[in-house]
């Protein structure tokens, strides 16, 4: 798989056909000064001025050196459906204070003279490098701002928070649980879908699952286990064992927690059991409704014997509450033995789930102290990215009618790099990205094996000089009015499978979680030289008496 386009070319007409996933979005979903700009620039004769934006980021999320691009698709269907509807020009002329000929062009704007660039969805990506580069007629491209930041920033945000935790968990399963504490119906299936793409294997969120074809799971809430108080409640003793003969259940389950010697709350138990019957070879229950070690675990060990008896093989435990590291080490150990002791091998292939409150943190935690834990389920900290609730990717003007425009700040690294731009990932001899490297649009392309001088784009005494042994572009068209691309996007496993292949290219010091060392972005001479021209040029020099 490679990052070739994850969009290729078709009709236009298929192209008009998309949709966004959520209806809220559309060219109303926008701050109100994109349309008084707008206004402004219609009202000038400049609406029509050839711009180009970047949208990119300023410092990696989660005090961290990568970032996962992720949100395109929704971008590109957003573009493919942009108009004002009738309703929307009544509405804003309630707004707006501006002649019936402004609502009128508003009426017929569309993006077919906006084109795209992008990086491709689930690229592994760093500060400064723009995402997007979108260029056409000023004032459209004004009005996409907004709508295209909010796509890209909480959707590649969630991403590159749930790479994190992968990374954090190593190959253990990693299921997201979040929808009940997520940033409301959007936030939660955004979650779910952007999760999955960061290295989640599956959702409890139903809809996330149908919507985008993700793996869906879980387990039972405490409730369950509550609503019980004793076997006399359960519809029926018996169990259909996988030869299809019905046999006697709860009878054989009471002998075995009585041979064990177990003394277990009986509500619990019986819970265990009704859900056994409905799910035979589903079995993974909550254990720490009452007592983790005297009473769910115990309980759960004597339903799965039963049901190993009958044929069927229990999946296993959740832990919800405690220390995670003891209980799951205390839980295994007593599985185990129950398994040695019985005969029953088959045991200790059950897996041990947790969840309660995880986050980087704790994962990392638990790691270190060691623990039995096969299945982590992530909720709050995941979707909600407790530890950095925004991005920061900013749309920034760099180039008008073919000028470079600069935005200078104090701050050194607010300063914007002007012009159109090319971007490349330039790779070392041991295959790892070493440098992305952005050049003026008009720039040639650098190739391998020649001597490249990388600087830093504001630091005039960082430079580096790299003989790359593989380069690869990073900005494709993804969107071009007169010359549309493809609605055939790539699933979501294959941006999944393409994040993944992208994470174990990143050097081992850029992924590390403490003080990871921060990859280069650098810029061609030519670009260098621009950014300082452009900026001594834009700033006055003060005057001092
Ligand atoms: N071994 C561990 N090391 C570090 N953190 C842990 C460990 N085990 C659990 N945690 C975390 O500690 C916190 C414990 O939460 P809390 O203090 O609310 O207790 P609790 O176990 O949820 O209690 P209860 O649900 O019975 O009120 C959770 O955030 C959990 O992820
Ligand atoms: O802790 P999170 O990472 O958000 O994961 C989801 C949580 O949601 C469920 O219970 P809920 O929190 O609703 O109730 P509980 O805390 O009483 O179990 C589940 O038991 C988890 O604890
Ligand atoms: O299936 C589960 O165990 C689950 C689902 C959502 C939230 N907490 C747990
Ligand atoms: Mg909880």
New binding site residues.
């Given amino acids: 798989m490679d990052r070739d386009n994850q969009v290729s070319s078709s009709n236009y007409d298929s192209m008009h056909k998309l949709k966004p996933t959520n209806h809220f979005v559309n060219a109303l979903l926008t701050d109100l000064y994109q349309l008084t700009m707008a206004y402004c620039y219609w009202k000038q004769g400049r609406h029509e001025d050839q711009a180009v934006f970047d949208l990119f980021f300023r410092k990696c999320p989660f005090d961290g050196e990568f970032a996962i691009f992720a949100g395109l698709e929704e971008c590109l269907r957003f573009l493919a459906s942009f108009h004002f509807t009738d309703s929307d020009i009544q509405f804003l002329a309630t707004v707006i204070h501006a002649e019936k000929e402004f609502f009128d062009w508003l009426r017929n704007l569309d993006v077919s003279k906006v084109s795209v660039y992008a990086l491709s969805e689930g690229s592994v990506t760093f500060p400064l490098v723009p995402l997007l580069r979108v260029q056409g007629p000023l004032a459209v491209c004004q009005l996409l701002e907004t709508t295209l930041l909010n796509l890209i920033n909480y959707a590649s945000l969630v991403a590159t928070n749930a790479a994190r935790f992968r990374l954090a968990v190593g190959d253990k399963s990693l ?1 997201e ?1 979040g ?2 504490r997520a940033q409301g119906p959007d936030g939660g299936v955004s979650a779910s879908r952007y999760t999955y793409l960061g290295g989640f294997d599956a959702t ?1 969120n139903v809809l996330a699952s149908k919507l985008f074809s993700i793996p869906c ?5 405490h409730s369950f286990v509550q609503t019980f108080h004793d076997c006399s409640q359960l519809a029926t003793t018996k169990l259909v064992d996988s030869n299809k003969n019905e046999r006697e259940f709860v009878q054989c389950v009471m002998e075995t927690r009585e041979r064990l010697g177990y003394n277990t709350n009986q509500g619990e138990l019986a819970a265990f059991i009704s859900y056994a019957q409905c799910f035979p070879d589903r079995f993974l229950v ?1 254990v720490d409704t009452y007592d983790t070690l005297s009473s769910g675990v115990p309980n759960f060990i004597c339903v799965a014997l039963c049901l190993l008896d009958f044929g069927y093989k229990p999946l296993g435990i ?1 832990l919800d509450s405690g220390d995670l590291s003891y209980l799951s080490k205390a839980a295994r150990k007593e599985i185990s033995r129950i398994a040695q002791l019985t005969g029953k091998v088959e045991l200790n292939q059950v897996k041990i ?1 947790a ?1 309660n409150d995880l986050n980087e943190t704790t994962l990392l935690s638990l790691h270190q102290q060691g623990h039995e834990i096969d299945i982590f ?1 992530i ?1 709050t900290h995941l979707v909600t990215c407790q530890q950095q609730p925004a991005l920061g990717c900013v749309y920034k003007l760099v180039e008008i009618n073919g000028q470079p425009r600069i935005k200078v700040s104090e701050d050194i690294s607010k300063l914007t790099i002007p012009c159109a731009k090319k971007a490349y990932r330039l790779y070392g001899k041991e295959g790892y990205p070493l440098v992305d490297l952005l050049t003026l649009e008009t720039e040639e392309a650098p190739k391998v094996g020649d001597k490249i001088l990388c600087r830093h784009p504001y630091v005039e005494r960082k430079r580096c000089i790299i003989v790359p042994t593989r380069i690869e572009p990073l900005l494709k068209l993804v969107w071009n009015g007169k010359m549309p691309v493809e609605p055939s996007f790539f699933s979501l496993s294959h941006l999944r499978e393409f994040c993944k292949q992208e994470m174990s290219c990143l050097r081992e010091d850029h992924r590390r979680f403490l003080n990871p060392t921060p990859y280069k972005v650098s810029v061609s001479q030519t670009l260098f030289d621009f950014i300082h021209r452009l900026w001594l040029e834009e700033t006055p020099i003060p005057e001092l008496a």
């Avoid at 799971?217 to 809430?221: D, F, K, L, N, Q």
């Fill in positions: 299921l649980f929808l009940r409890s799971s879980g387990t039972i809430a909550l959740r789930a969840s389920g909720g």
